[in-house]
Structure formats: structure tokens, C-alpha cells
């Protein structure tokens, strides 16, 4: 079983509409968590780091859950720049490094 | 600032061959990476480096080795190349720790023969 588990997708979501993601981990050591984006051929960006309580930058919520041990990346109001994979991250607990999802793909459609 | 490069950004290799990738970081980060991305396998790590001289094995290490002489540079060399390491390569540093945000560098488009 991978540390890291996300649905692959992808998710084709219509222009203002509400998408969610939910990302698993196996680890209950890891602390700390992300949500990378990767636009087609490029390089993986920082999203938003998760925080226990809870952590929102404008239209992107994302919320941990300790107790099921998932992760969730929530985008109101979908644009078509949203469009691109979305990487949840988790670390290893304390062994120097992080393991990355297989990634979420959404696309938004006009 | 440059932030992480990739040199090359794309290689085509024969079956055996060898050859060096190389990343470059300006931030003044401590930990550095190397992953290979593949179609429906995700962001694997093959090695990494949690400071100048120091290097550990990732989840997929094999055929590859690296070195870590200089803090902002991180080489991945390939001594005998194989079709199954026709991949993207991507290198990423961070500042000191695993829950630090990594910067990522472009990428390394590699194609084994």
C-alpha cells in the first residue's frame, strides 16, 4: 500500500462549479502536509501547506483529518487555470523526507 | 535568483551508456532531491541529500548514484543506462527540513533506446 493514496481521476468539473479531493496516508507519524499543483510538463508547485486547524487562501480550502487520516483540497468557483494535477504530499515522521500522491487530474470545462 | 536548474533539459541515451544530470540551487538550502515521475506512478524519490557531503537512498535508488560536493549542487549519474529509466527527471531543494515547501527544478526529459 502506498503512504499516499489520491483518486487519479480525473474530475471534469464545469467553470464555477465546487470540486473536492480527498487524499489518504498511512503513515501516523507524518506531521506534515501539502498540496502541490503540477500544470502539464512543468514542474510541481507549492499550493497551500495543511494545518491541523484547517488552512484557506482564497477560493482553496484545505482541511486534515487525523483521526481518518485523510487530507482534502476544496476549490469554490472553478476556473479554467484551475485546470491541472493535484499533488497531496505527507511526510515520512521523522525519516528526512516526503512521499507525493500519484496526483488528482481536474479539469474544468467552459 | 535562479532558484533550482536542471542541466540538460532533455537527453536521448543508447542502452548503456552513461551520463550525469545536474542541479543547481541558489536559495542556500540544506536538502536536496532527486525524483523520477512516470505515467500513472506518480512522483517517486530516488535519492536525497539532507546536507553538503551527505546523501541517502529514496524509494527507487537502483542503477543510480549520486553526490552531493558542494552544497547548491546535487549530481545524478546513470552508469549504464536502461529503457526502464526513460523518464522525467526533477530535482528539488528545500530549506532545512521534510516540512519545508520544496522548490522543484524544470525537469530533465530523459529517453533511454
Known amino acids: 500500500r502506498k503512504e499516499v493514496e489520491q483518486d487519479p481521476g480525473p474530475f471534469n468539473v464545469p467553470e464555477g462549479a465546487t470540486v473536492a479531493f480527498n487524499c489518504t496516508y498511512s503513515?501516523?507519524?507524518?506531521?506534515?502536509f501539502f498540496w502541490y499543483r503540477q500544470d502539464c510538463r512543468k514542474e510541481p508547485k507549492l499550493l497551500m501547506s495543511?494545518?491541523?486547524s484547517g488552512n484557506e487562501d482564497g477560493r482553496f480550502t484545505a482541511q486534515l483529518n487525523r483521526a481518518s487520516q485523510y487530507i482534502s483540497l476544496l476549490i469554490r468557483d472553478s476556473k479554467l487555470s484551475d485546470s491541472a494535477t493535484y499533488l497531496c504530499?505527507?511526510?515520512?515522521?521523522?525519516?528526512?523526507?516526503?512521499?507525493f500522491g500519484i496526483g488528482t487530474k481536474l479539469q474544468v470545462i467552459p | 535568483n535562479a532558484g533550482v536548474t536542471q542541466t540538460p533539459k532533455f537527453r536521448v541515451l543508447k542502452t548503456g551508456q552513461s551520463m550525469t544530470l545536474l542541479c543547481a540551487q541558489d536559495?542556500?538550502?540544506?536538502?536536496m532531491y532527486w525524483y523520477r515521475q512516470d505515467p500513472g506512478m506518480g512522483l517517486r524519490l530516488i535519492h536525497y541529500?539532507?546536507?553538503?557531503?551527505?546523501?541517502a537512498k529514496g524509494e527507487v535508488p537502483d542503477g543510480y548514484n549520486v553526490s552531493r560536493l558542494k552544497k547548491q549542487n546535487f549530481l545524478l549519474g546513470l552508469e549504464s543506462a536502461a529503457p526502464s529509466q526513460t523518464s522525467v527527471y526533477f530535482c528539488?531543494?528545500?530549506?532545512?527540513?521534510?516540512?519545508?515547501?520544496?522548490?522543484f527544478g524544470p525537469g530533465t526529459r530523459l529517453t533511454v533506446l
Open positions: 504530499v505527507g511526510d515520512s515522521g521523522g525519516y528526512q523526507k516526503v512521499t
Open positions: 495543511v494545518y491541523s
Open positions: 536559495m542556500n538550502h540544506e536538502y
Open positions: 503513515n501516523s507519524a507524518s506531521q506534515s
Open positions: 528539488a531543494s528545500s530549506y532545512s527540513t521534510e516540512g519545508d515547501e520544496q522548490f
Open positions: 541529500s539532507v546536507g553538503e557531503g551527505t546523501t
